[in-house]
């Protein structure tokens, strides 16, 4: 059974910045990718940042040059350095770990309001 346990959500006001750690435990062998979701209210989860099997980290359009994904995989932990938040950025946001399969934690909120 694997574990994500995430932290660092919060509220920030606009342009303001968040960091997010997810870590993973369990029986974990071969990490084929592992990052971050969010789904907001009324929207489908969408990707926001993750590595690949290769290691490459992928973006989506909207956070590029805004948010860092970072990884140890040492301790099988991956972060989200968010600065420049904007509205649009609120949302559920969800450490996601692909091994055998797709395992999920239970997220950590992030709201970006005055």
């Known amino acids: 059974q694997v574990q994500l346990v995430e932290s660092g959500g919060g509220l920030v006001q606009p342009g303001g910045s968040l960091s997010l750690s997810c870590a993973a435990s369990g029986n974990i062998f071969t990490i084929k990718g592992m990052g971050w979701y969010r789904q907001a209210p009324g929207k489908e989860r969408e990707v926001v940042a993750r590595?690949?099997?290769?290691?490459?980290?992928f973006y989506r359009d909207s956070v590029k040059g805004r948010f860092t994904l970072s990884g140890d995989s040492d301790k099988k932990m991956v972060f989200l350095q968010m600065t420049n938040l904007e509205r649009e950025d609120t949302a559920l946001y969800s450490c996601?770990?692909?091994?055998?399969?797709?395992?999920w934690g239970q997220g950590t909120q992030v709201t970006v309001a005055l």
């Open positions: 996601n770990l692909y091994e055998s399969k797709g395992y």
């Open positions: 590595f690949t099997r290769n290691g490459t980290p």
